[in-house]
């Protein structure tokens, strides 16, 4: 069974920091791109970061880059998304995803498997 349990999610004021993470299970973790995504209210759903199988690449949006970072440790089976800056319109649900196909996309289509997400709230 692939499992996906996303944490870390809060309210922040602006400018604060916020780091989620990914529990992942149920498929060979370090063969697998991991995406990062959220959604606001009455907003398509954006991808916000994606790192490669190896960690050894990584995408950010144009909204969050030089603010966020994502990481792996394929040991522990775990993703993070390390979110500093935080600004009001960051406030959303963030999803973690799985791209079985390691394809590298910010695309959600790409992505198979989903987490139930945790939300995001960032004060003005």
């Known amino acids: 069974e692939v499992q996906l349990v996303e944490s870390g999610g809060g309210l922040v004021q602006a400018g604060g920091s916020l780091r989620l993470s990914c529990a992942a299970s149920g498929f060979t973790f370090d063969d697998v791109a991991i995406g990062w995504f959220r959604q606001a209210p009455g907003k398509e759903r954006e991808g916000v970061s994606c790192i490669t199988s190896s960690g050894g690449r990584t995408y950010y949006s144009d909204s969050v880059k030089g603010r966020f970072t994502i990481s792996r440790d394929n040991a522990k089976e775990k993703v993070y998304l390390q979110m500093n800056s935080l600004k009001p319109e960051d406030t959303a649900v963030y999803h973690c995803?799985?791209?079985?196909?390691?394809?590298?996309?910010?695309?959600?289509?790409?992505?198979?498997?989903w987490g139930q997400g945790t939300q995001v709230t960032v004060s003005s």
């Open positions: 995803a799985v791209d079985s196909l390691a394809r590298f996309s910010l695309n959600p289509r790409t992505y198979e498997y």
